[in-house]
Every structure is written in structure tokens, then in C-alpha cells.
């Protein structure tokens, strides 16, 4: 029958007043619609990829992900979780070819997902502006506080506007001799539409302190494309 996934069961729960004919209003959002991995959903990003250089020559890369939320499965604490097949391919031309594999699960408070066998606390729930928990917690990496920011906001990216999204804030720590950044968007009822990670040196020499020249560093950012 597949996963009762938490919103499901939020609204079982829930406690109802009367609102309209049916004597019930519609559950407390939870945000677990903007975690939303559902099996044949496949979703395509554009990517780019730039590596900054002291030498000044920059190296700039595109390319497309796609994830497809592929079967259920019982992982190794004997939940139900799914399997997610990541497809990556250089242009629109070409075909696709898997590059990787992941798994995500939703529980009733919290939303994991396992990259390269380190699985995150991507999401907690309920929803609520100025969030923060361990995004590390299932994994050895250390302590790295996420915040949940911008909750209900619309937000724009790769020429299409999603009006209901949060954003969570997994670092942002700007000086003036360097910028490291790793940003999530997510859309309500798309999931993942935006993410960003970038860590940047700057010159701290003389007259450039302060100014934003990159000496070195890297910038990645994965963009929504389409829901397939």
C-alpha cells in the first residue's frame, strides 16, 4: 500500500473545528508537503558548477540532475523508506546515465535523506520560522546547525516563481577574507527547487581587502527545471 506518510497521520490526529459543510478544517501545516519525494516522480535540475583559480583562469561547468523516486523499500532500521535513482546527463541531447543512489524517509517530525552514505536531517517538523536542529545528527560529520528561514515566501529561480517555500540555512558565514554558504529551497508540493553551495577566499592583500575580489574557491548551485 506504500508509506502513510506524515500528513497523513497529522490529520488523523488533528483535532477538528467546525469550518464548513463537513464539520472540519484542514490540519496544522506541518511541512512535510515540502519534503515530497513520491514514487514515479522525477525531477529535473539544471546545474553549474564554477572553480575559481589564483591564477585568475576560471573553470565553469552545466550540466542536469534528475531524480526519480524510484520503490519502497525496508532499510536497515526496519522503516519504510524510498529509493531515489539520480540520473545525470551533460546536455539536453544526451541520454541519461545514473550517477548515483540515494534513500529519503519522512517520520512524523523530522525528514532524512541519505547522499553518499551519510544520511542528514533535512527538514524538521512542524514547520515554524527560525527552526534549528542538528542537520548532522545520523551521521559522524560533527554538530552543524540548520535554521529553517523564509517559511511561506515565494521564491524565484531558473525563470519560474514558486509561491510557498521555506528555506533552510545549513551555513552562512560571511567575512571579508572568505564566504561559505550551503542554502536549500524547498517548494510545497515539488520538494528540493534550489540549492547552493559556495566557498569562496578573497584577497586580503593591500587595496583589495574588503572588496569581494575571489582569489579562490568554488560555487555550486542546482536549480529546478521541471516535474516530470
Same mark, same amino acid.
Given at each position: ?129 527560525? !527552526? ?43 567575512? !571579508? ?52
Amino acid at each position: 500500500m506504500g508509506i502513510v506518510f506524515a500528513q497523513v497521520i497529522f490529520g488523523l490526529l488533528s483535532a477538528c473545528t467546525p469550518q464548513n459543510d463537513c464539520g472540519c478544517v484542514a490540519p496544522p501545516e506541518t511541512g512535510v508537503s515540502f519534503f515530497y519525494p513520491m514514487i514515479g516522480q522525477s525531477v529535473i535540475y539544471d546545474v553549474e558548477e564554477i572553480q575559481y583559480t589564483l591564477t585568475g583562469i576560471n573553470t565553469a561547468k552545466t550540466y542536469q540532475f534528475k531524480e526519480t523516486a524510484n520503490s519502497f523499500f525496508t532499510d536497515s532500521d526496519g522503516k519504510e523508506a524510498i529509493k531515489i535513482d539520480r540520473y545525470r546527463r551533460e546536455n539536453e541531447a544526451q541520454k541519461w546515465v545514473i550517477d548515483s543512489v540515494y534513500k529519503a524517509k519522512r517520520e512524523i517530525d523530522k525528514a532524512l535523506k541519505t547522499e553518499n552514505n551519510q544520511t542528514f536531517v533535512k527538514m524538521i517538523f512542524p514547520m515554524k520560522e527560525g !527552526l534549528k536542529w542538528d542537520g548532522n545528527l545520523y551521521n559522524s560529520l560533527g554538530n552543524d546547525t540548520y535554521e529553517m528561514k523564509k517559511v511561506n515566501k515565494a521564491f524565484q529561480t531558473n525563470g519560474q516563481n514558486f509561491p510557498n517555500t521555506l528555506s533552510v540555512i545549513q551555513q552562512n558565514d560571511s567575512t !571579508l577574507v572568505d564566504l561559505k554558504r550551503r542554502v536549500e529551497v524547498y517548494a510545497e508540493g515539488i520538494g528540493l527547487i534550489y540549492q547552493e553551495k559556495t566557498f569562496l577566499s578573497y584577497c586580503n592583500n593591500g587595496d583589495c581587502l574588503g572588496k569581494g575580489k575571489i582569489d579562490f574557491g568554488t560555487k555550486y548551485v542546482l536549480k529546478f527545471k521541471r516535474k516530470e
